[in-house]
């Protein structure tokens, strides 16, 4: 493996990080319409483990309830939300809980403005339509914030949009420290440092466990990446006064493709592939 341009103790910072966050585990909440929210609980139960997906619909969620949650699904049985799911969203606001709301028979195209809860995260859910998992998915990954690739390997359903969100997310943020960091060779560390977090975070949401036997076969994914360093230098040499946008656009591309081959390669098994062929040959 070509060696990484920086330290091992900041490679074992970041596991020390994502070790941390696992012992915070915070379960996706569904409320509301009882009937609407066991029909959410059903499309994203499958493989999930009970920890991760609590029900709660038919009564008001509590302080106690939201006080864990990652994000709050909430179904309203209707066009519009009536007093008991307004007084339901200021409470998860006042928690600091991303609220996610479907309202089941509006077909307007244009959901009016819920209070406390932002107008992306409202999902109208067409009378006869069947529900829209995959965009209830996104909005998900999307509002579940650092700690989502934990919520993705306990909630198989989720695990897809989690980590496109991750490769998104890492790839706009090394795109602007490409354009940001100005020394030469001073992004090498930074930019790397940030392609193992992601890699990392790939793998746990595909539910490796990230112990030390497994770090060194993780980062081997994540040293392919290093060659766009390398391409980002020569082209900017090469663009007189575009250096700045070249290196920002190498960076972020180049965290897109090793976010995509890191996803292909857990999505196969990763290292539990590679331990079921071995014990397959013995």
């Known amino acids: ?40 609980v059903s499309a994203f139960g499958d493989g999930a483990a009970p920890e991760a997906l ?44 991303a609220i996610v709301c479907l309202l089941f028979g509006a077909s307007t195209g244009d959901p009016p403005p819920i209070p406390f809860v932002l107008d992306a995260d409202v999902i109208e859910v067409a009378p006869g339509e069947p529900l829209p998992v995959e965009q209830i998915a996104e909005r998900i990954a999307e509002r579940a914030g650092d700690t989502a690739h934990l919520l993705a390997s306990r909630i198989p359903a989720l695990r897809e949009h989690v980590v496109d969100e991750l490769v998104k997310s890492f790839a706009r943020q090394n795109g602007v420290l490409g354009v940001a960091i100005f020394i030469p060779g001073a ?26 036997d497994r770090i060194f076969e993780i980062l081997s994914v994540v040293a ?6 390398t391409v980002a230098r020569q082209l900017a040499g090469l ?5 700045w946008a070249v290196k920002g656009g190498v ?19 990763g290292t539990k592939a590679i331990e079921r062929s071995v014990r397959s040959r013995s």
């Open 54 to 97: 609590r029900d709660i619909s038919g009564r008001s969620p509590s302080a106690y309830d939201l006080e864990g949650a990652s994000v709050f699904v909430y179904a309203v049985d209707g066009p519009t939300p009536g007093e008991d799911d307004r007084k339901a969203f200021q409470l998860a606001s006042r928690k600091g809980v």
């Open 239 to 243: 663009v007189p006064g575009l250096g």
């Open 1 to 40: 493996m070509p060696k990484l341009p920086l330290s091992p103790t900041s490679v074992l910072g970041v596991v020390k990080e994502l070790r941390a966050d696992d012992q915070d585990v915070r379960p996706l909440l569904v409320a509301g319409a009882a009937g609407r929210a066991q029909t959410i």
């Open 251 to 269: 960076a972020y591309g180049g965290t897109i493709a090793l976010g995509e081959a890191a996803s292909a390669y857990f999505a196969a098994g």
């Open 187 to 212: 992004d090498f560390p930074v930019l790397t440092l940030n392609q193992i977090r992601m890699v990392l975070r790939i793998a746990a949401a595909h539910g490796e466990e990230l112990d030390k």
């Open 224 to 229: 392919a990446g290093l060659g766009f360093r």
